[in-house]
């Protein structure tokens, strides 16, 4: 298949998607097939899952580049069939309607037995004379993508109501032409994908390399001839015999956080510092702002250049950054500062934070609890591999650059991936609207 452009063009009447092929029409869904979603009454309840029976579909299962069948719930069939318009078939396009995966979507392929939707999935279904896999990449492309974020509804949440799914104006060549280019998207997509995959699997390999750095140096040193002894900390294990293991509160100062009321931000004053601030490069243009007098009485809670941030609580709890700033900032609740004394190196001691012994230190803290927490006193508490200070600005050092390359590496392969995400993104919406033409 090569590519080229359409003998004649004619404006296509929408300001984002411009001239179309002169031969092609639109169509509303509703002219051409059905869309149809559970209805509100009808939602189902968790406690009406069984072990087996009908599969059910959410969100998560239409996610990834082929359909989840796996991971799914059941149903009984008294549930299952009362919704009949909505019990899948092969070539039915899912898209999500609610939530902030709103326009995800795909089509179902291989379907393994008898099964339906959620209430957040609509079902596209079309007539024999569209190829569906056509209107599949349709959806997908920047053209509908940007009717769907133009047309999405609701206050908190995110949704899309059907009679707007129903009139979304299709794109229609001739039916050959639907399935030239489908095959031909369907090719590419899955060589650019493919490629995604195994450069995403080595992000992971240099993820762990740099873990395994990181953990093995702080514990052992960087001479592998010296002798080792036990530390007395399971986690820790074995490290140089002339090492001590002290106590975080030894070796640096945790502050805590000032509760902020949130009805006393403002648009400018001092920047706070929130979990979600917790990253190498701080936008303060996004940061919260409070009056000036909170550094009378937030004083304590005044984060200094040099400090070592980390999140106290939530789902990424541990994660840390060091504040290299001189702009003026105050902790929020829940995050905590570790302010190093002169007997430890910063830089290691971020490094050690950062590792997976830290990591194993939260899991003993929080227990599997529900919700994670970690306090200024057992903060204080952790264990730190504490070797001489002239040992401890080698190891530094070392780890800086070491880890330094393979971030740069990574950064180098996200670039790649981002790169190969528009071409992908380029593609499928240049040749669904008719701006390149495809040839067998």
Not at 437 to 440: A, E, F, G, N, W
């Given at each position: 298949?090569?590519?080229?452009?359409?003998?004649?063009?004619?404006?296509?009447?929408?300001?984002?998607?411009?001239?179309?092929?002169?031969?092609?029409?639109?169509?509303?869904?509703?002219?051409?097939?059905?869309?149809?979603?559970?209805?509100?009454?009808?939602?189902?309840?968790?406690?009406?899952?069984?072990?087996?029976?009908?599969?059910?579909?959410?969100?998560?299962?239409?996610?990834?580049?082929?359909?989840?069948?796996?991971?799914?719930?059941?149903?009984?069939?008294?549930?299952?069939?009362?919704?009949?318009?909505?019990?899948?078939?092969?070539?039915?396009?899912?898209?999500?309607?609610?939530?902030?995966?709103?326009?995800?979507?795909?089509?179902?392929?291989?379907?393994?037995?008898?099964?339906?939707?959620?209430?957040?999935?609509?079902?596209?279904?079309?007539?024999?004379?569209?190829?569906?896999?056509?209107?599949?990449?349709?959806?997908?492309?920047?053209?509908?993508?940007?009717?769907?974020?133009?047309?999405?509804?609701?206050?908190?949440?995110?949704?899309?109501?059907?009679?707007?799914?129903?009139?979304?104006?299709?794109?229609?060549?001739?039916?050959?032409?639907?399935?030239?280019i489908a095959s031909y998207l369907?090719?590419?997509?899955?060589?650019?994908?493919?490629?995604?995959?195994?450069?995403?699997?080595?992000?992971?390999?240099?993820?762990?390399?740099?873990?395994?750095?990181?953990?093995?140096?702080?514990?052992?040193?960087?001479?592998?001839?010296?002798?080792?002894?036990?530390?007395?900390?399971?986690?820790?294990g074995m490290i140089p015999e002339?090492?001590?293991?002290?106590?975080?509160?030894?070796?640096?100062?945790?502050?805590?956080?000032?509760?902020?009321?949130?009805?006393?931000?403002?648009?400018?004053?001092?920047?706070?510092?929130?979990?979600?601030?917790?990253?190498?490069?701080?936008?303060?243009?996004?940061?919260?702002?409070?009056?000036?007098?909170?550094?009378?009485?937030?004083?304590?809670?005044?984060?200094?250049?040099?400090?070592?941030?980390?999140?106290?609580?939530?789902?990424?709890?541990?994660?840390?950054?060091?504040?290299?700033?001189?702009?003026?900032?105050?902790?929020?609740?829940?995050?905590?500062?570790?302010?190093?004394?002169?007997?430890?190196?910063?830089?290691?001691?971020?490094?050690?934070?950062?590792?997976?012994?830290?990591?194993?230190?939260?899991?003993?803290?929080?227990?599997?609890?529900?919700?994670?927490?970690?306090?200024?006193?057992?903060?204080?508490?952790?264990?730190?591999?504490?070797?001489?200070?002239?040992?401890?600005?080698?190891?530094?050092?070392?780890?800086?650059?070491?880890?330094?390359?393979?971030?740069?590496?990574?950064?180098?392969?996200?670039?790649?991936?981002?790169?190969?995400?528009?071409?992908?993104?380029?593609?499928?919406?240049?040749?669904v609207t008719g701006k390149i033409?495809?040839?067998?």
């Open positions: 298949m090569s590519l080229t452009k359409y003998d004649k063009y004619k404006d296509s009447g929408i300001e984002w998607l411009g001239e179309i092929p002169n031969h092609w029409t639109f169509s509303r869904i509703k002219n051409i097939g059905s869309v149809n979603g559970r209805v509100g009454w009808k939602a189902l309840k968790a406690s009406e899952y069984v072990d087996s029976g009908y599969f059910f579909l959410a969100t998560p299962n239409i996610k990834g580049r082929n359909i989840d069948y796996t991971n799914v719930n059941y149903i009984t069939y008294e549930r299952f069939i009362e919704s009949p318009e909505i019990i899948l078939r092969e070539n039915d396009i899912l898209l999500t309607k609610d939530g902030s995966t709103l326009g995800t979507l795909n089509i179902v392929k291989n379907i393994p037995g008898s099964g339906t939707v959620n209430s957040s999935i609509a079902v596209l279904r079309f007539k024999r004379a569209i190829n569906t896999d056509f209107v599949y990449f349709l959806i997908v492309s920047e053209y509908l993508q940007n009717v769907i974020t133009q047309k999405k509804d609701g206050m908190g949440v995110p949704h899309l109501f059907q009679k707007d799914i129903n009139n979304f104006l299709l794109l229609i060549p001739s039916l050959y032409e639907q399935t030239t369907k090719l590419k997509t899955f060589a650019i994908d493919h490629k995604v995959t195994l450069l995403e699997q080595k992000i992971i390999h240099y993820q762990q390399l740099r873990k395994s750095l990181i953990n093995e140096t702080v514990c052992r040193g960087l001479d592998k001839r010296v002798k080792l002894k036990d530390s007395g900390i399971e986690w820790i002339h090492w001590e293991v002290k106590r975080l509160k030894d070796l640096a100062k945790i502050i805590s956080g000032y509760a902020f009321d949130s009805n006393e931000y403002i648009d400018n004053g001092i920047n706070i510092i929130r979990i979600g601030d917790i990253v190498d490069n701080i936008d303060y243009a996004q940061t919260r702002k409070v009056h000036q007098k909170y550094l009378v009485l937030a004083k304590e809670c005044i984060i200094n250049k040099g400090d070592i941030l980390i999140a106290m609580t939530g789902a990424t709890i541990g994660k840390s950054s060091i504040y290299d700033s001189n702009v003026t900032a105050i902790l929020n609740q829940r995050v905590g500062s570790i302010r190093v004394l002169n007997s430890f190196n910063p830089t290691l001691l971020r490094q050690i934070i950062s590792s997976a012994i830290f990591q194993d230190y939260i899991s003993i803290i929080c227990g599997g609890s529900a919700q994670e927490n970690i306090g200024k006193s057992q903060l204080e508490k952790f264990p730190i591999q504490y070797p001489p200070i002239s040992e401890q600005t080698t190891i530094a050092t070392y780890l800086y650059a070491k880890t330094q390359k393979i971030d740069s590496i990574v950064f180098n392969i996200k670039s790649q991936i981002e790169a190969l995400k528009e071409l992908r993104k380029t593609l499928i919406n240049d040749v033409k495809v040839t067998d």
